[in-house]
Each structure stands twice: as C-alpha cells, then as structure tokens.
C-alpha cells in the first residue's frame, strides 16, 4: 500500500513538471510570434519605405532628363549664334581692315625721324621692290583631308611650277609629289602621287620647296638645313645653322626646332635659341650657298604661337591657344622698318578643326597654304601696300 503511495507521488509530481515545462514552451512560442509578427510589420513598412523612395528618384530623374533636354537645346542654340556671331566677324574683317592707332602725318613724320637714324648704320638690301602687307582674309578652302594630325604641303614657289608636295609628319623621309593641285584634290589619299624618299629624314614641319629643290630641316645633334636637288635625286648641298642652344620656335609646335619660309625676296630661316628664349628671330639665307646674310632678334613672343611666314620681308607671326581656338596674326617684324604692329591689322582666321602645324606662304598665288589636324587648306590674302618712306 505504502509502495502505491509512492508510485502516486511520482506520478503526479512527473505531470507537474511536464505541465511547467509545456507552460514554458507555450511562453516561449508566443515570444517568437510576438518578434516575428514585429519583424513583418517592419518589413512591410521598410518595403513601402523603399516603394516611395523609387517613386521619388524615378522622378527626380525624369526631371533631370527634362533639365538636361533643356539645357541641351540651350547649349546648341548659344553655339549656332556663336557660329553666326563668328561668320559675321569674319565677314566684318574682311570688309574692313584695322586703322592705324596714330594719324598718317604723325606717322610720316615718325618714319622721317627714323629714315635719318637709319643713315647711320647698315640696312638690310632688298632683293626686290616688293611693298606689299597683309590686309585681311578674303576665303578659305579645304582641299581634303589626307595624313596625320601634324604635316606640311605646299606649292613649289618657283614661277612655271603647278608641282604639290605633301610632307606628312613630324620625322618622315618620303615626299609625296602631285603634278597639279587638281591630281591632288582627287586622288584617293596619295593614290595619284610620286613618292620621293630623302638621304635623311625631316625633323617638324618648317620645310619649303623653291626652284626644284626641296629645303628642310635635319636634326641629330645640331640643326641642319639640307638642299636636295629633286632633279638629280642628290643633295646639293646642306649646313649646320651657325647658332648654338636652340629652343622650339613656337610655343605650341615644339616638334619645329626651327621654320624655314620663302617670299618674294628669297629664303628665310625662322628660329629661336635660348639666349633669346623668350622671343622668335629671323635671319635671311642665301637660296644658293645656305650663307647666313643677315639676323634679327624681333619682339614677337615664343609662347602661344603656332606658325609663321614671310611675306615682303615682314615676318608675320600667328598664335593660338593650348585648346585650339581661333588664330590670328598678332604680332609683325619688318626687316625695312616699314611695317609696325600698329600699323598691322589684326588678321583673325576662320575657325576650323584644331590648330596650325604649318603655314607656307606662295608669293606668285598670293595664297597660304596651311596644315590643320590633318586638313589640308587654302587662304586667300586680300593685300595692301605699306606706307610709303
């Protein structure tokens, strides 16, 4: 009796437990709905959260998209009314040229004043009567594009010759030659041309081609001007320009260690040297035996310019900007004396594609013939005379 006693015990002990430890269980499984039921509500509100946040970047961006349309349109009507600004200016300088900054009797008497000066020293002899200057831009042709970004073309400037020669590059040694600038205009890159390779390779773009010999510069360790005779296939002859240090001429050319030109009264040779880094110089060559006759230091600075020509015995300088705008002659060296830059006009070009790499001046067409990121073109000089002494 007393061993059923005990069994009783246990047993109802044994169920009191399990009871407080179902209690338990039920407590806790209530807890976990209890989180989980938090957790969805906060997901559900975290997901509608991010709904609306969508909603407002999508418009947000679809404003901006507007935004943007709009100010795209602005931009492409502020630069058709650049373009027509510039086609006008262009129009307007070459109606009209610049004044001069002082009166023509002052100036005469100015120019009578440094005439009796000059009697007192040595003057430049002019090989020619040539009293023409630069007035304006009249037009502007592209021929083609063919080559690289940088190069030189130009016309043989002897009298007779319609002989075109393409230099492509900064240190190349093949010519490309084109009977007429017409072969040129139509041949499939330099399909219709004759190739003539050199003893060595050019160094820039300041070549020139006179009288069927083709000038240009070599340089190694000095700066050499060689004269090869297209006719004979041989050099004629070539000499290390007598300055030592030479620096790039142009600013924003520094391939071109240094720049020859041809006018109406010879060969010319456009450099820059250390001692004077500051500023270009000129110095007249003899076409024949490559004899220095005479040098200038001028005041037209190194930095921004682009390229240079000569035309009667004035250097004309053109500059530019590091980004490509729009060039123009901003500064005139006369080796006569004739010309200054007040009297000069400022000449603006066209704009184009990029910036000059070269500029060669042909004084029988009056034309320039100009290299433009790879374009090859024509400008047309409208002249006037200098004033006279």
């Known amino acids: 009796m007393r061993g059923l006693v ?17 209690d338990y269980l039920e407590r806790r499984l209530l807890a976990i ?46 630069g058709t009314r650049v373009d027509r600004v510039e086609r006008e200016l262009d129009y307007l300088e070459t109606q009209n040229g610049a004044q001069p900054c002082v009166d023509v009797d002052d100036k005469l008497i100015e120019q009578q004043v440094t005439l009796v000066k000059e009697k007192q020293k ?17 037009a502007m042709k592209i021929l083609k594009r063919v080559g690289g970004p940088k190069g030189m073309w130009t016309k043989d400037t002897s009298r007779g010759s319609g002989k075109v020669y393409i230099f492509n590059g900064t240190d190349e040694d093949t010519i490309y030659e084109f009977a007429t600038i017409q072969d040129f205009s139509r041949s499939s890159g330099m399909s219709l ?16 081609v006179y009288n069927n010999y083709v000038y240009y510069i070599n340089q190694v360790e000095e700066v050499k001007v060689v004269k090869y005779d297209m006719k004979n296939n041989s ?7 007598p300055v030592q240090d030479h620096v790039p001429v142009y600013g924003l050319n520094p391939e071109t260690a240094m720049d020859l030109a041809v006018d109406e009264e010879g060969l010319w040779a456009i450099y820059a040297t250390r001692q004077n880094e500051r500023h270009i110089s000129l110095a007249k060559m003899d076409a024949n035996s490559l004899d220095i006759e005479q040098m200038w230091d001028t005041n037209c600075p190194r930095d921004n310019a682009e390229a ?11 500059y530019n900007t590091k980004q490509p705008g729009r060039s123009r002659v901003q500064c005139v060296f006369d080796v006569n004396d004739m010309v200054t830059n007040e009297d000069a006009p400022l000449v603006y070009f066209p704009k184009r594609y990029g910036a000059h790499s070269s500029l060669k001046y042909n004084q029988q067409e009056q034309l320039l013939y100009a290299w433009d990121d790879g374009y090859q073109i024509l400008y047309k000089l409208v002249m006037k005379k200098k004033l006279e002494v």
Not at 41 to 63: D, F, G, I, P
Not at 122 to 138: H, P
Not at 310 to 318: A, E, K, P
Request: aromatic share 8%.
């Open 6 to 22: 005990v069994l009783v015990t246990l047993a109802c002990f044994t169920s009191a437990q399990h009871q407080t430890l179902i």
């Open 33 to 78: 709905e209890d989180r989980i039921s938090l957790w969805h509500e906060q997901t559900t509100r975290y997901a509608s959260e991010l709904r609306e946040l969508k909603q407002q970047m999508v418009s947000q961006l679809e404003n901006l998209d507007k935004e943007k349309e709009i100010l795209r349109i602005n931009l492409d009507s502020v």
């Open 122 to 138: 040595a003057k430049y002899a002019k090989l020619s009567d040539c009293r023409d200057m630069i007035s304006s831009i009249k």
């Open 193 to 208: 041309s004759k190739q003539l390779k050199l003893p060595s390779a050019w160094k820039g773009t300041g070549h020139v």
């Open 235 to 241: 050099v004629a002859d070539s000499a290390v320009f």
């Open 308 to 318: 240079a020509f000569v035309i009667c015995g004035t250097l004309y300088v053109v």
